[in-house]
């Protein structure tokens, strides 16, 4: 079964397939972000907001989200515990 996790304005990503979460105001994340935009693999779920989440998929595609990092982060703990509950 995928997992889905609400990465913010009703976009999903799959959970699985989540590397890390992080913010995005560090010099190498930004780095990541302009190669990403280079190699056409950034995905910007942003609606025209302001970047607080850079999330690294492990298909190399970056998603750049409005919603905080720790709301992701809270919002895949609380799946996690709702899928160990049903089984």
């Known amino acids: ?8 304005f009703g976009n999903i990503a799959s959970a699985d397939r989540i590397i890390s979460i992080v913010s995005p105001e560090s010099q190498p994340i930004k780095r990541l972000i302009k190669i990403a ?11 025209g907001r302001r970047t ?4 690294v998929m492990d298909s190399d595609h970056i998603i750049l989200s409005s919603v905080q990092p720790e709301t992701v982060s809270q919002r895949l703990i609380q799946q996690d515990e709702i899928n160990d509950d049903g089984n």
Do not use: C, P, Q
């Not at 079964?1 to 913010?8: A, D, P, R």
């Not at 935009?37 to 609606?47: F, G, M, P, Q």
């Not at 607080?52 to 999330?55: G, L, N, Q, S």
């Open 37 to 47: 935009r280079d190699e056409n693999k950034l995905i910007d779920a942003t609606y």
């Open 1 to 8: 079964m995928v997992k889905l996790i609400n990465i913010g």
């Open 52 to 55: 607080r989440a850079v999330i």
